[in-house]
């Protein structure tokens, strides 16, 4: 079965600046995709930013960027420039390449951003 | 074009009693998948239903039952309701059959069993 792992329960960040938040998983198919999920506390979880694993260009969204290490088995989203709007829960995801479409979420990093 | 909808908000059931949750999906979407969100966890699949036929389950009991309807909405039913049932619960609607499956989520319903 995959495994999602988020190693920090919190992180905070002073506005402007860059933080990276962590991500690991284990699966054994080598077809999948990886999401990076945000939940502010009106508690609607929005897609951040995806990564197909046969694509070896790390996925960017204006200040949003991941660095994809596939034979670690890493994902970590790296937000620029931080907001007081980027303050929320964010969860790392990952989907197999089959037909069962389900995401398999980690327990979530919880981002404060300071003024 | 309408996002995903949820009811109720907030739902407060006692031990042993039914619940059902309602999902409208995004327009033109025709699957729907239902997550369990404890507090203070990532969300759990719970169940997939496409095309109104239930495609992939997650690790939880039979008393957990979905439907889903000819307009793609869906029903997610809880029997016999226990103090670890309360949750938030989610639900996603995405469109299958275009080969990449981005799932929107709803605002959820809040589900407190006491």
């Known amino acids: 079965a995959q495994t999602v792992t988020q190693s920090q329960p919190e992180m905070s960040v002073q506005e402007a600046e860059t933080v990276t938040l962590s991500c690991t998983y284990d699966t054994s198919e080598s077809d999948y995709y990886l999401f990076w999920y945000k939940q502010p506390p009106s508690r609607q979880m929005i897609l951040v930013i995806r990564q197909e694993a046969y694509k070896q260009q790390n996925a960017t969204e204006n200040r949003f960027s991941v660095n994809f290490q596939k034979a670690a088995k890493s994902f970590s989203l790296k937000i620029s420039d931080s907001q007081l709007g980027d303050a929320a829960m964010y969860f790392c995801a990952y989907r197999g390449g089959g037909s069962n479409y389900k995401l398999t979420f980690g327990k979530g990093t919880l981002l404060t951003v300071n003024p | 074009e309408t996002g995903v909808t949820q009811s109720p908000t907030h739902l407060i059931k006692t031990r042993g009693q039914q619940v059902t949750l309602r999902c409208s999906s995004q327009s033109g979407h025709n699957t729907v998948s239902w997550y369990q969100q404890a507090l203070g966890q990532g969300p759990q699949f719970i169940f997939q239903?496409?095309?109104?036929?239930?495609?992939g389950r997650g690790n939880f009991p039979p008393r957990f039952s979905g439907l889903q309807f000819p307009n793609y909405s869906s029903e997610l039913n809880v029997n016999a309701l226990e103090l670890d049932d309360s949750a938030l619960y989610l639900c996603?609607?995405?469109?299958?059959?275009?080969?990449?499956?981005?799932?929107?989520f709803g605002p959820g319903t809040r589900l407190t069993v006491t």
């Open positions: 239903y496409y095309r109104e036929e239930e495609n």
């Open positions: 996603a609607s995405s469109l299958k059959d275009t080969g990449w499956d981005e799932q929107y």
